[in-house]
């Protein structure tokens, strides 16, 4: 019956500004604006497979959300953090290790990477990574995950 999810939405505080991010930083398409409700929606990967709605409320209507966006374990692995810092955009993991690396939920398995928009809403990149789940430990590096692997 569920077959995935289609669309999520956020309340922000400042509407253009909130556009200019989606848009300029994380490179969203804007699909529809609508001044009148103060609303915009973007697609999130191709057209028409997922949306991300943003309606203007103040700031003391605004309550924190998080979501992820799919992307290649690949690229989280090996670019995600530059583009992070190349937008100054606040990041981190859960690995408690004062790194600033990408991170594997091991029951999962995936690689992420957390952020904030400008609300402060948190943000991941998370990307499902080839393997078996190995919940010994749930948070770990990705050089531990994958030797974690070759023992399986």
Not at 56 to 77: M, T, Y
Not at 116 to 142: A, M, N, Q, R, W
């Amino acid at each position: 019956m569920i077959k995935g999810l289609y669309e999520t939405h956020l309340f922000v505080e400042n509407l253009e500004r909130s556009i200019d991010f989606y848009s300029n930083v994380l490179g969203l398409e804007l699909c529809r604006k609508r001044d009148d409700r103060r609303t915009a929606f973007f697609w999130i990967g191709q057209p028409k497979q997922q949306m991300l709605g943003l309606w203007e409320k103040p700031k003391d209507e605004i309550d924190i959300r998080h979501f992820a966006f799919q992307c290649d374990p690949d690229w989280i692995l090996n670019e995600s953090v530059n583009f992070l810092k190349d937008k100054k955009l606040n990041f981190w993991n859960f690995l408690n290790d004062g790194t600033e690396r990408p991170m594997v939920f091991a029951w999962m398995p995936a690689i992420a990477i957390y952020f904030s928009d400008p609300d402060g809403h948190d943000l991941e990149f998370i990307g499902l990574l080839e393997g078996e789940s190995k919940p010994v430990k749930t948070i770990l590096s990705y050089e531990e995950w994958k030797a974690q692997q070759e023992t399986i």
